[in-house]
């Protein structure tokens, strides 16, 4: 998104000026706590830097550079009993150092995506011990690697090149517990739906100990230590609720190209559907390498440049990329079978869902205040917007499934439903503009808008 080049209506927040092109990575919709009360803002992480909106006009308030920002924590640390959602941003002013104090549901999530950028803040960030270990790796080998108890999850590093492989981030962790029987070993959990990976090392104890420290202090979560297990078990459930047959043995299968940041050339896989799970196979082996049950699939595009690429969205962030000679026919049976599965959002599209634009995570839905507004934006665009960046925002924060509130509620302050909805749609239709010059991006984003 392109932001606001001056510094109207922002109050000045350090001695850099708003940027002019920064891209939104992920937003959230927030509650700022000072003197004057609470109220809501829009907390966009950028590439660039931190801003926060006025969420019913979209008007930039504060902007931070991240050569300006200090530290993003948690204001209270493990209440469990008593959840404390509140969260603390500092960063210079001017000479001296300022707060601001703001809490969210998704507090976890939002420092999680604001630490992925703590290199270039303004105070170095402490990075946790380092320790040579092994993973478990899908083809039985145990492979070399570096783990970091870092602030935001358990990093896996190259040994060689010292290169990030994968993160295990504290907010998508169930739990951690010991393998007894495997010298070393011990299982992190993921919360989705239990997949477990395995690791070894002789710091096992005080890597465990760090990881539960570092969830607490930097994202406020405790990390649970779960009870010990066998390697049978890790064996025979390592992928959770989806360790059964049923979920691993295939309905079809399509040979593909898989492309990674990790290898220069693509490598040759299996993409096998079942009934409710994608699984990724090693073609000599026919070892497992992935599982990803359908319900986490968020939306499929079918590039345009290339004829053969395809790339899967999950709604827990992760981008898969592959190539097929049969890509369409590939793209009807994962669409057939997401829905089959009970996922009614899934979609084809040829661009990318615009994460920065949503106002909280994938996985969830939005609240009823931002589809509401972002209904009233089709109609009355904020200043800076056209009618395209309104469009695009309504399919950001609205399912494709459709609204989810769109009956008009029994209150005396409740908003008309229906004559939003009618606004919105006579919008759409006045300015569907000439469908032969019109992008064929926005050209898509007025399709998907009236399908929603």
């Not at 927040?13 to 109220?39: F, L, N, R």
């Not at 060689?160 to 517990?177: E, F, Q, R, V």
């Not at 369409?328 to 634009?357: I, Q, W």
């Not at 939003?420 to 991006?441: F, H, R, W, Y």
């Amino acid at each position: 998104m392109v932001l606001y080049g001056s510094n109207e209506g922002i109050p000045s927040s350090g001695s850099s000026s708003p940027t002019e092109c920064a891209e939104e990575m992920c937003s959230y919709m927030v509650t700022k706590h000072s003197w004057k009360g609470k109220y809501k803002r829009v907390f966009s992480i950028g590439s660039l830097s931190i801003t926060t909106y006025n969420p019913g006009s979209m008007e930039p308030t504060n902007q931070w550079m991240y050569s300006d920002f200090i530290s993003i924590l948690p204001a209270a640390k493990g209440q469990v009993s008593l959840p404390n959602n509140e969260f603390i941003i500092t960063f210079k002013k001017g000479k001296k150092t300022d707060s601001m104090r703001f809490s969210s549901e998704h507090r976890a999530s939002i420092i999680t995506e604001a630490m992925r950028f703590r290199h270039e803040f303004g105070e170095r960030q402490a990075e946790g011990q380092q320790w040579f270990s092994y993973k478990l790796h899908w083809s039985e080998q145990r492979k070399s690697v570096l783990l970091v108890a870092g602030p935001t999850g358990l990093e896996q590093k190259d040994p060689g090149s010292n290169k990030l492989l994968a993160s295990y981030h504290y907010k998508d962790l169930d739990g951690i517990a010991e393998v007894t029987d495997y010298p070393g070993g011990f299982v992190v959990i993921k919360a989705q739906f239990g997949r477990m990976h395995l690791f070894a090392s002789e710091g096992r104890d005080e890597i465990m100990k760090r990881l539960q420290e570092a969830a607490l202090n930097h994202t406020g979560l405790v990390l649970r230590k779960k009870d010990p297990i066998k390697l049978e078990k890790f064996q025979t459930g390592k992928f959770g609720q989806f360790s059964d047959d049923e979920f691993i043995t295939s309905i079809s299968e399509f040979t593909v190209q898989k492309l990674s940041s990790r290898r220069l050339e693509p490598v040759r896989r299996i993409l096998c559907l079942t009934e409710a799970t994608l699984l990724e196979r090693d073609p000599s082996t026919y070892n497992i390498i992935t599982l990803k049950p359908l319900g986490l699939v968020a939306a499929l595009v079918r590039g345009k440049e290339n004829p053969q690429m395809l790339t899967i969205q999950y709604t827990d962030g992760e981008n898969r990329s592959h190539l097929s000679t049969d890509r369409d026919s590939l793209l009807a049976s994962l669409l057939d079978g997401a829905r089959a599965a009970g996922n009614p959002d899934v979609h084809v599209r040829m661009s990318f869902l615009e994460r920065g634009k949503r106002l909280g995570p994938l996985d969830l839905p939005c609240h009823e205040e931002i589809e509401s507004s972002s209904l009233k934006f089709l109609t009355t665009q904020p200043i800076g917007w056209d009618f395209a960046q309104a469009v695009s925002r309504f399919n950001a924060n609205v399912s494709y499934s459709g609204l989810l509130h769109a009956t008009t509620q029994e209150h005396l302050f409740a908003e008309n439903k229906e004559k939003l909805i009618s606004s919105g749609i006579s919008a759409l239709i006045n300015k569907e503009g000439d469908q032969v010059t019109i992008p064929a991006i926005e050209l898509e984003q007025q399709f998907h808008a009236l399908r929603r």
